[in-house]
């Protein structure tokens, strides 16, 4: 991993998951954990809340029974203003450990209290954020074998120590956790929607350049495939102005789509900024509302997907100045073509695509020769291989905007700069800001980064194709000729001094012995 967790959550998680290991494979059962783990922060939210709005002191779950139960209307009220839900007193994470701890616990518990806080939201604003979001805690299931309540028992207690209070990404830790130590045996299915860090980084700290703080502060961010939502929290962690940001996003898989839901709510985004919507983000467009452009659009989709690509798309806003479609079988530019057009004329949108992109030729060509001409690319970032957990190719990340102030494409090849770590090649920190600082110079970097105008590129049929600009070979340095021939030589010689040696002890090992002798006389002559 390119970040170290803590210990405390790392045996939280190391725990939990060996009582569901047997069970199950890893991409289920990280949905059971980070489930557990988010209905843990909701209540920890709520007893925080209690104790502010009243003011007092002690046990929080005995401060929230007592105002439950003598002013329950007011203690509601203020829930539902500070988070938009509620979970009763009995239905607290902290009450399961307690029953627990007696003795007392059911799997029906936990079960009741996942379906309660989702209804506790009806005729709230946050209804639809909070619908079916753990659905994928399958408390029903007969993969949690003969004892249920025994099995949720054991992970509940494994994961009652975490501390939400560390200033961490908790979600976001557990989940890369869980995949680079449990999920890599289940492959894409696993990582398919988690960009790692150091990725999201890059993109983060270019969207939001001149745009951190002031009057030009983003304020809207958008990610049209939002896997986890860690690429949209990591933009808005690099803005540090005081306007809020509104999260808007889409996700085709419904346990993706919940898993970014909890992530956007742990790390304090308030249900009021989220926008987010299951569904599949070509079929149909949206946003279509206003806002329905963004001052940052982010995204890493799932690379060369099939997509229904019929004729009448071609009259769709989104792709008709284009002139064609993406191919049916490789979705990258229609991605891309989604996320440009939900651009404001002066944000700045990162997308990671596979290199094909860059260089294949029919409809593709055509697509990229229409953003070349209408001068909407603005840089080309070439990672190395091998640094997401769901593929080993190596992939790039494209920076576009619709008002460029430069005639030119910048290529930054960064795909030999990275650390070896386990399984996985890791982009540190220097190798971060390295790219971000070529970018914001735009400048030639020798055998690392190039800035190509237009007219060069045209020269080269509008192929994007990294190599054609940024020249990374090594030339081999000369061969002594002389030297070469003289060492030759000097091995010939010492060949030949050795074999006479060798011959000598052979001789005087055999010198009494007329068969030996023989033998010796055979092999001297297959020798020679």
Request: proline share 4%.
């Amino acid at each position: 991993m390119s970040k170290e967790i803590s210990k405390n959550l790392e045996t939280a998680l190391w725990s939990s998951a060996n009582v569901l290991r047997g069970m199950m494979d890893a991409s289920e059962y990280k949905n059971y954990l980070l489930g557990l783990i988010f209905y843990r922060f909701l209540s920890d939210t709520t007893l925080k809340t209690v104790m502010s709005a009243t003011g007092e002191d002690g046990d929080p779950i005995a401060v929230y029974e007592k105002y439950w139960e003598n002013q329950q209307d007011d203690i509601k009220a203020e829930l539902y203003e500070a988070n938009g839900y509620i979970i009763e007193p009995n239905d607290l994470f902290d009450s399961m450990v307690k029953r627990i701890q007696n003795h007392q616990f059911q799997v029906s518990d936990l079960k009741q209290a996942l379906f309660n806080v989702e209804q506790s939201v009806k005729g709230q604003r946050s209804e639809d954020d909070f619908e079916g979001l753990f659905s994928d805690i399958d408390l029903d299931s007969n993969r949690l074998g003969k004892n249920p309540s025994q099995v949720m028992n054991d992970v509940i207690t494994a994961l009652k120590d975490i501390d939400f209070d560390e200033g961490r990404d908790v979600l976001g830790d557990a989940y890369e956790y869980l995949i680079s130590e449990f999920a890599m045996s289940a492959g894409k299915k696993a990582g398919e929607f988690y960009t790692p860090r150091t990725v999201s980084e890059i993109i983060a700290k270019i969207v939001t350049l001149d745009h951190k703080n002031g009057d030009n502060q983003i304020r809207s961010v958008y990610d049209a495939a939002m896997g986890s939502g860690s690429l949209l929290l990591t933009i808005a962690g690099e803005v540090d102005g005081d306007y809020p940001i509104s999260y808007h996003g889409q996700e085709l898989n419904t346990t993706t789509f919940n898993l970014a839901r909890m992530n956007l709510m742990l790390h304090g985004v308030s249900y009021e900024d989220i926008y987010a919507r299951n569904g599949d983000t070509l079929d149909a467009d949206w946003p279509t509302d206003e806002p329905y452009q963004f001052d940052a659009v982010a995204m890493n989709p799932p690379y060369s997907a099939h997509w229904d690509n019929n004729d009448s798309r071609l009259s769709d806003p989104r792709f008709r100045d284009y002139g064609k479609l993406a191919p049916k079988t490789k979705a990258d530019y229609a991605f891309l073509l989604h996320g440009l057009y939900h651009l404001k004329p002066t944000g700045t949108m990162g997308i990671v695509l596979p290199h094909g992109v860059l260089f294949r030729g029919a409809a593709e060509g055509k697509i990229r020769e229409e953003l070349i001409n209408k001068n909407q690319i603005d840089a080309i970032i070439g990672l190395p291989a091998n640094i997401f957990y769901s593929t080993s190719i190596p992939t790039l990340i494209m920076i576009l905007k619709k008002n460029k102030t430069t005639d030119d494409i910048m290529f930054i090849d960064a795909s030999n700069e990275f650390t070896k770590e386990k399984n996985q090649n890791v982009l540190t920190e220097a190798n971060i800001n390295k790219i971000v600082e070529t970018y914001v110079k735009h400048e030639n970097v020798d055998k690392y980064a190039h800035v190509a105008s237009l007219k060069e590129i045209k020269e080269n049929e509008y192929n994007l194709n990294i190599p054609r600009y940024v020249d990374t070979f090594e030339e081999e340095p000369p061969v002594d000729v002389d030297k070469l021939v003289a060492d030759m030589t000097a091995t010939d010689d010492k060949i030949i001094k050795l074999q006479t040696e060798l011959s000598g002890m052979m001789d005087d090992l055999v010198a009494n012995d007329p068969v030996a002798q023989q033998q010796l006389t055979a092999i001297k002559r297959i020798l020679k």
